[in-house]
């Protein structure tokens, strides 16, 4: 079965450190997302994207976020200069194109984020 | 704001036992409801999912029941074994391009033998 794997699986780095979370969605889906959560909490949106620009975005997606889908199967997260609430596990999804008639968001295992 | 409000936070139940998990919306502009299971060190897996136009769905063990009018839905897990012990996420989402999911704060599930 098809899956959403992102890489690395755990990432640490210095206050002030840009990083890039990458992802590779599941072949066919055309929606793509990114969510946090920080430890023992819930799961947060940060932000989703659909036909190569940003559909919605939460507050928590401000000018130190960006994404991009730089080829035909990557999409990445980066984070341009990391603080220590950005500690998190980083999950991104994806969704089938909205014809087959569902709105499921499927995750990836997510990296986790550690900002020192 | 609160989207989605999710208890309890954590329940044991004995095996074989109904584990019910509780959430409730407030933006009746939701039309998709779907619960997530959770392992630690994992990512959420859709579990099942529904839209208001039902108001149960039953896939195995799993069932979602859904009152609009109480703008409710809960997780019914009947006959509840120890591979079930996660935690549990309810979701809700307003169908359209953006289509975020708003997650409750989980519930933590324990199944003792």
């Known amino acids: 079965e098809p899956e959403v794997t992102q890489t690395p699986s755990h990432q640490v780095t210095q206050m002030g450190q840009e990083v890039i979370l990458r992802c590779v969605p599941i072949s066919n889906h055309l929606y793509f997302y990114w969510y946090r959560q920080i430890l023992g909490q819930k799961v947060e949106f940060l932000v989703s994207f659909y036909n190569n620009e940003i559909s919605e975005k939460s507050e928590i997606f401000d000018d130190q976020f960006s994404v991009e889908r730089p080829d035909g199967s990557n999409f990445t997260l980066k984070i341009r200069s990391t603080k220590l609430e950005d500690s998190a596990m980083y999950f991104c999804?994806?969704?089938?194109?909205?014809?087959?008639?569902?709105?499921?968001?499927?995750f990836g295992p997510g990296t986790r984020l550690t900002v020192l | 704001q609160q989207q989605v409000k999710q208890s309890p936070q954590s329940l044991i139940v004995q095996k074989g036992g109904i584990s019910i998990i509780n959430c409730a919306y407030e933006n009746t502009a939701f039309d998709y409801f779907p619960w997530y299971q959770q392992f630690p060190g994992k990512g959420p897996a859709l579990l099942i999912a529904i839209r208001p136009d039902v108001s149960e769905k039953k896939e195995g063990r799993f069932t979602i029941s859904f009152n609009k009018s109480a703008k409710q839905f809960s997780l019914h897990i009947m006959d509840s074994q120890p591979g079930d012990s996660a935690t549990y996420f309810c979701?809700?989402?307003?169908?359209?391009?953006?289509?975020?999911?708003?997650f409750g704060t989980g519930t933590s599930l324990t199944v003792i033998p």
């Open positions: 999804a994806s969704s089938p194109p909205r014809a087959k008639g569902t709105d499921t968001q499927y």
């Open positions: 979701a809700a989402s307003r169908s359209g391009t953006g289509n975020q999911f708003y």
